[in-house]
């Protein structure tokens, strides 16, 4: 539906041109300066589950690479599944159903923080919710083409992130719901087999690829609650009406338009995925509210199935008389999501603040733009994480020379560049009269201790023969300048 994309566009506009990108939009940025072989080469050892959004990227940030057009696909993407939400809930129930839900959609912060980060999870709510409304429209039509259609959709979002395949636990749940034919599940199940076995590559790759998620712990409750908060909304007002509306709406009959209800397809996406990555998660960490974002469409589908609920309590709203009072709750009910969004708005302004991410890369690399001269030397401390500036922004170091640059990013096939033992770095420094260097901001806080011998032995250089003689800070760290200590 028109309105609510235009209002999740509208929103996801806003200061969509606010400096600099933080760590995993770093890796995204940097990903427009490498060619497609690069990229395969980088998959082939790490961030496969990120391959195919990194080469979709690759051509989007071709003309120029930066943060306004590094972030306009997850606008796209946001406002295209709150249109989506909107349909679904239009041929599910009725017009104002799908009105509210797509605009309590566009309005939840969640969404908005993800229409607004350059990554891959806005695309993929997106091709979920695509793939549900042409699973309604197989079920209802039966025809080849449409079946066809869902698994290129599914199997298409499956290869943009591969936890999104869930999602068929979903649909399946939706046909039992629905208490679907033979011959509907017979083409399901055929569906969901292909796609499965579509995507077993990038599973099998992504599996030798586990290190990367090592850091994820066991989700508990802390971790449902924030799921549930971020799906009904982080103010605890909206949030209990939300939740209120949903129960409602779990529990209503609404008059169907089709083989399936609304309930049939939202409560199971909404509850289905989300259980069963948690569940998973107890014996392998996986989970993060991220990878979720796609499960949220179901909130705002059942809320607005519940308010429909309160709403047909109201004299004359369902008679063929009602025409203005059905227009007037449809625009009360409007009412009632802006207020929602007003009562959220702190959140939404501090989601396009500076302080929103943990750091911005760009502002380390406005000092280094700045700073560094033609042949200076620069030291990055320690490594990878001082290096992800230079890695989202390499113009703004390219005449710094790398003193402890042993083979690129992108020769190796890594995210960052790669270092010289520290025998190697220590030769190099000793001809060099002054040194800049990056220090990432987990390196200034208290009690930190350098984690290699490359890093310890750039701590002891600096100490013994090097003194510092300016600082520039930012909020990813700072830039210092090092000078060799005169003889004595």
């Given at each position: 539906?028109?309105?609510?994309?235009?209002?999740m566009?509208?929103?996801?506009?806003?200061?969509?041109?606010?400096?600099?990108?933080?760590?995993?939009?770093?890796?995204?940025?940097q990903?427009?300066?490498?060619?497609?072989?690069?990229?395969?080469?980088?998959?082939a050892?790490?961030?496969?589950?990120?391959?195919?959004?990194?080469?979709?990227m690759?051509?989007?940030?071709?003309?120029?690479?930066?943060?306004?057009?590094?972030?306009?696909?997850?606008?796209?993407?946001?406002?295209?599944?709150a249109?989506?939400v909107?349909?679904?809930?239009?041929?599910?129930?009725?017009?104002?159903?799908?009105?509210?839900?797509?605009?309590?959609?566009?309005?939840?912060?969640?969404?908005?923080?993800y229409?607004?980060?350059?990554?891959?999870?806005?695309?993929?709510?997106?091709?979920?919710?695509?793939?549900?409304?042409?699973?309604?429209?197989?079920v209802?039509?039966?025809?080849?083409?449409?079946?066809?259609?869902?698994?290129?959709?599914?199997?298409?979002t499956?290869w943009?992130?591969?936890?999104?395949?869930?999602?068929?636990?979903?649909?399946?749940?939706?046909?039992?719901?629905?208490?679907?034919?033979?011959?509907?599940?017979?083409?399901?199940?055929?569906?969901?087999?292909?796609?499965?076995?579509?995507?077993?590559?990038?599973?099998?790759?992504?599996?030798?690829?586990?290190a990367?998620?090592?850091?994820l712990?066991?989700?508990?409750?802390?971790?449902v609650?924030?799921?549930?908060?971020?799906?009904?909304?982080?103010?605890?007002?909206?949030?209990?009406?939300?939740?209120?509306?949903?129960?409602?709406?779990?529990?209503?009959?609404?008059?169907?338009?089709?083989?399936?209800?609304?309930?049939?397809?939202?409560?199971?996406?909404?509850?289905?995925?989300?259980?069963?990555?948690?569940?998973?998660?107890?014996?392998?960490?996986?989970?993060?509210?991220?990878?979720?974002?796609?499960?949220?469409?179901?909130?705002?589908?059942?809320?607005?199935?519940?308010?429909?609920?309160?709403?047909?309590?109201?004299?004359?709203?369902?008679?063929?008389?009602?025409?203005?009072?059905?227009?007037?709750?449809?625009?009360?009910?409007?009412?009632?999501?802006?207020v929602?969004?007003a009562?959220?708005?702190?959140?939404?302004?501090?989601?396009?603040?500076?302080?929103?991410?943990?750091?911005?890369?760009?502002?380390?690399?406005?000092?280094?733009?700045?700073?560094?001269?033609?042949?200076?030397?620069?030291?990055?401390?320690?490594?990878?994480?001082?290096?992800?500036?230079?890695?989202?922004?390499?113009?703004?170091?390219?005449r710094?020379?790398?003193?402890?640059?042993?083979?690129?990013?992108?020769?190796?096939?890594?995210?960052?560049?790669?270092?010289?033992?520290?025998?190697?770095?220590?030769?190099?420094?000793?001809?060099?009269?002054?040194?800049?260097?990056?220090?990432?901001?987990?390196?200034?806080?208290?009690?930190?201790?350098?984690?290699?011998?490359?890093?310890?032995?750039?701590?002891?250089?600096?100490?013994?023969?090097?003194?510092?003689?300016?600082?520039?800070?930012?909020?990813?760290?700072?830039?210092?300048?090092?000078?060799?200590?005169?003889?004595?």
């Amino acid at each position: 539906m028109a309105v609510p994309s235009a209002v999740m566009t509208a929103l996801g506009a806003w200061r969509l041109d606010r400096d600099g990108v933080w760590g995993d939009e770093g890796v995204t940025l940097q990903m427009a300066h490498r060619t497609l072989p690069e990229i395969a080469h980088l998959v082939a050892h790490i961030d496969a589950v990120h391959g195919v959004y990194y080469a979709l990227m690759h051509f989007v940030l071709a003309p120029h690479p930066g943060e306004v057009l590094l972030r306009l696909p997850s606008v796209f993407g946001a406002a295209l599944s709150a249109g989506l939400v909107g349909l679904l809930g239009a041929r599910l129930a009725r017009p104002r159903v799908g009105l509210w839900a797509g605009l309590l959609y566009a309005v939840t912060p969640f969404v908005g923080r993800y229409a607004q980060e350059g990554r891959s999870y806005a695309l993929v709510a997106a091709g979920v919710l695509a793939a549900t409304a042409v699973l309604l429209s197989a079920v209802r039509a039966g025809t080849r083409q449409r079946w066809l259609l869902y698994a290129l959709l599914v199997s298409a979002t499956a290869w943009l992130h591969e936890l999104s395949v869930l999602v068929l636990a979903a649909h399946a749940c939706t046909l039992l719901c629905a208490r679907a034919s033979w011959g509907v599940w017979r083409a399901w199940l055929a569906v969901a087999g292909c796609v499965v076995l579509a995507l077993l590559p990038l599973v099998q790759l992504s599996r030798g690829q586990s290190a990367q998620v090592a850091w994820l712990g066991e989700p508990g409750p802390d971790q449902v609650r924030g799921l549930v908060h971020s799906f009904a909304g982080p103010a605890d007002g909206v949030c209990a009406v939300v939740l209120t509306l949903v129960a409602v709406g779990a529990c209503t009959r609404l008059p169907r338009r089709g083989p399936v209800s609304l309930r049939a397809v939202a409560l199971p996406l909404a509850v289905v995925p989300p259980t069963v990555l948690l569940g998973v998660s107890q014996f392998q960490p996986l989970y993060y509210d991220r990878y979720l974002l796609y499960c949220l469409a179901g909130v705002p589908l059942l809320a607005a199935a519940g308010a429909e609920r309160v709403v047909r309590l109201v004299p004359g709203a369902r008679g063929p008389r009602g025409a203005a009072a059905r227009v007037l709750l449809g625009a009360g009910g409007a009412a009632l999501v802006a207020v929602a969004f007003a009562a959220q708005l702190p959140e939404h302004r501090h989601e396009r603040g500076p302080r929103a991410r943990p750091d911005d890369l760009r502002g380390i690399a406005v000092l280094a733009a700045r700073e560094l001269r033609p042949g200076d030397t620069v030291l990055f401390l320690p490594s990878p994480g001082a290096r992800r500036a230079a890695a989202a922004y390499p113009a703004d170091f390219a005449r710094a020379d790398d003193v402890a640059l042993a083979r690129s990013g992108r020769e190796a096939g890594e995210l960052y560049d790669a270092e010289t033992p520290p025998a190697t770095l220590t030769h190099r420094l000793r001809t060099v009269r002054r040194v800049w260097v990056v220090v990432d901001s987990r390196a200034l806080r208290p009690g930190w201790t350098p984690a290699g011998r490359t890093e310890r032995a750039k701590l002891e250089v600096l100490r013994r023969h090097f003194v510092p003689r300016e600082e520039h800070t930012s909020r990813s760290g700072v830039l210092r300048l090092y000078e060799r200590r005169p003889a004595r």
